[in-house]
């Protein structure tokens, strides 16, 4: 019977190993996701303020201020994917809910039940946004990487639209990983969520570059496309996103980027989804339909700065 007892052992070992295993990636991801930070309180102001008259008795000036914020943060909520991730309400959304692996929970954005706590101001907004930091000091699961290069203009201008928002009465509950998702951040699969790889000291723009089709402006746009085509824009797979997305598009002038596009080309793409060999884009996973609703000027701009990048390799 000894073979039994080498069995019996084998069957130890092997549960003890799988223990050693559960309990590192368990250690690992939970004081990753579990993990507080501290951000320097923001002064921004909310609208932001129009120098029309040095005095304004009547509060003219602020009014004018509000609805050119509103009708600024609009646009930039749309062009963001605002709505993509936290319904067309902004009430939240579901993202995604497959058990294993992760569950992404976009919150209600508005005063509704469910929806933002009372008292909760631009500076816990702005932490949230632009460093994935919950008013807790907690890490969030949000994707803040891509806006982390918001100016502090358009920050104060997507928060009018979120304290003007009709209140919404939904609950979506919470966010979470899987399993599987923290064993692939416990092996050095996936990246750390943004709370982890934003500098909470980072020098911000106070407003975003002039309105111009130059590589100044098109850097500055190009920011919220970092999370999926990586700092370097040369693409390959995608670390922030749903591991079943196809990888992203080398954006750089390389022979397997952008290298043979133009311009022409490229605009289509953004505002049509087809690529120059007529394949349609997935929406899902590239959010071409928020990005298209860019201007002339912005597409000629982010157009212009891609080209002035140097070439690489797909994912280098």
């Not at 909470?200 to 309105?211: A, Q």
Request: overall charge negative; proline content about 9%; aromatic content about 6%.
């Amino acid at each position: 019977m000894r073979w039994l007892r080498w069995a019996l052992w084998l069957v130890v070992l092997v549960g003890l190993l799988l223990a050693a295993i559960g309990g590192y990636v368990w250690f690992v991801s939970e004081s990753m996701l579990t993990a507080t930070h501290d951000v320097p309180a923001a002064r921004i102001p909310s609208p932001w303020p129009m120098k029309i008259l040095d005095a304004d008795p009547l509060g003219i000036g602020k009014s004018i201020a509000r609805s050119n914020a509103r009708k600024r943060g609009e646009a930039l909520s749309v062009r963001l994917g605002c709505r993509e991730c936290h319904g067309q309400d902004l009430g939240g959304k579901v993202v995604m809910d497959v058990g294993p692996v992760m569950r992404l929970a976009a919150p209600n954005l508005t005063h509704g039940h469910g929806g933002l706590p009372e008292g909760y101001g631009i500076v816990d907004f702005e932490r949230m946004v632009r460093h994935g930091v919950r008013r807790d000091g907690g890490t969030a699961l949000m994707s803040s990487i891509d806006y982390q290069a918001l100016s502090d203009r358009e920050v104060s201008d997507l928060y009018v639209v979120v304290e003007d928002l009709d209140p919404v009465d939904r609950d979506v509950g919470p966010s979470s990983w899987g399993p599987v998702m923290r064993a692939l951040y416990a092996f050095g699969q996936v990246p750390a969520l943004s709370a982890h790889r934003i500098d909470p000291d980072r020098k911000d723009l106070e407003t975003p570059p002039p309105h111009r089709p130059d590589a100044r402006f098109g850097e500055h746009l190009a920011q919220t496309c970092v999370g999926c085509h990586n700092p370097h824009f040369s693409g390959g797979r995608v670390l922030d996103g749903d591991p079943d997305w196809p990888p992203a598009a080398n954006l750089t002038p390389a022979p397997d980027g952008l290298g043979g596009w133009t311009k022409e080309q490229f605009v289509t793409l953004m505002r049509t989804g087809i690529r120059p060999d007529g394949r349609a884009v997935d929406p899902v996973a590239m959010p071409w339909k928020a990005v298209g609703t860019a201007d002339d000027v912005e597409l000629e701009a982010i157009w212009v700065y891609l080209r002035s990048l140097s070439p690489r390799g797909t994912g280098e």
